[in-house]
């Protein structure tokens, strides 16, 4: 029997990776770094990695878990990670996802200690690196209020009583950077569903009667510079879901879509001239802002066009499996 043996820790971060290099050694340094008043491990489980990440993860003090690519859920796999972890509090961050500073995890962890929480998630910042059409499509889908927000149902209603959209505020929870109490995990585990693990949960408890905590003062820098069709792609699958779970519609109607292509693309323009890029830079951004936003949009009118169709013809199925691939 050891003399002095390792204390439990408080905390667990869970971090999924697959060929996360090089931005997942960015997230493993700046995890490595944080400071705390109590103990804390880190659970790395790999998808198979081909880039240097699981060697990078083995030379690292990390439990390490490794699993074939094909068995990859984003529910599963989490819940996997969170069956292997030993604190009392469950963090869960993407690869690509940077703790800002060295008080990410106390700070995210202390909103979930509260009582009646079941689970906080931080605020995220557009890497400095993104281009402007990446700041702009971020804006209005990411956490990044400076206001904490505690979430919870009002005392005498039930969340089938508020409307769509004050459903999906309400219930709205990020597995980008997030902390839950093991405790309710234990009772409500997260979903095996392709997409969207995290909000799904997050309806789950506030129904039950959970709160939910968004904290500004946990910061993690995360954004993506990606293609127009991979913005069609997530843009789909998020409202397929939102549709599916809140009824919530953001995109009803062909003429709706045409409209909110010219506003956005309008808007978008402004917010690339306006920007602090070069002359040039500024018109090659111009003339590509129209493409993301258009395909934006169109992935919001598809993924509640295809949630309510029923029954489903065989091209409405082909459609659903080819936007959902890749995201």
Excluded at 125 to 145: A, F, H, K, Q, W
Excluded at 208 to 228: C, K, L, N, Q
Aim: hydrophobic share 40%.
């Amino acid at each position: 029997m050891r003399e002095n043996p390792e204390p439990a820790p408080r905390a667990s971060v869970i971090i999924l990776t697959r060929n996360g290099m090089p931005l997942v050694e960015r997230c493993f340094q700046a995890v490595l770094e944080q400071v705390t008043p109590w103990p804390f491990e880190v659970v790395v489980i790999d998808s198979g990695s081909t880039d240097g990440t699981w060697e990078l993860a083995k030379s690292l003090p990390f439990e390490r878990i490794r699993i074939p690519p094909r068995t990859f859920n984003h529910g599963d796999t989490r819940n996997l990670g969170a069956s292997r972890a030993r604190g009392q509090f469950l963090v869960f961050v993407v690869q690509d996802a940077i703790p800002a500073d060295n008080r990410w995890l106390v700070n995210l962890v202390s909103a979930c200690e509260r009582p009646g929480v079941a689970g906080s998630f931080s605020r995220q910042l557009v890497r400095p690196e993104s281009d402007p059409i990446t700041r702009y499509l971020c804006m209005g889908t990411t956490p990044c209020d400076l206001k904490c927000e505690t979430k919870a149902l009002p005392r005498g209603r039930r969340l089938s009583d508020l409307s769509p959209v004050d459903r999906f505020r309400l219930a709205a929870f990020q597995n980008v950077s997030s902390c839950v109490r093991q405790t309710a995990w234990r009772e409500h585990p997260f979903a095996r569903v392709p997409y969207g693990e995290d909000i799904e949960w997050g309806k789950r408890m506030i129904e039950v009667g959970y709160s939910i905590v968004y904290e500004p003062s946990s910061v993690v820098y995360h954004s993506h510079d990606r293609s127009a069709l991979y913005a069609l792609k997530r843009a789909y699958a998020d409202h397929y879901q939102v549709t599916e779970l809140f009824d919530y519609v953001l995109v009803p109607t062909s003429w709706r879509l045409l409209r909110g292509a010219i506003s956005g693309t309008l808007d978008s323009w402004r917010y690339v001239v306006r920007s602090e890029y070069s002359l040039g830079a500024k018109l090659r951004f111009v003339l590509l802002a129209p493409a993301y936003v258009v395909s934006r949009a169109l992935g919001f009118y598809l993924g509640a066009y295809v949630c309510r169709r029923s029954p489903r013809p065989r091209w409405v199925i082909r459609l659903d499996r080819a936007l959902r691939n890749g995201v």
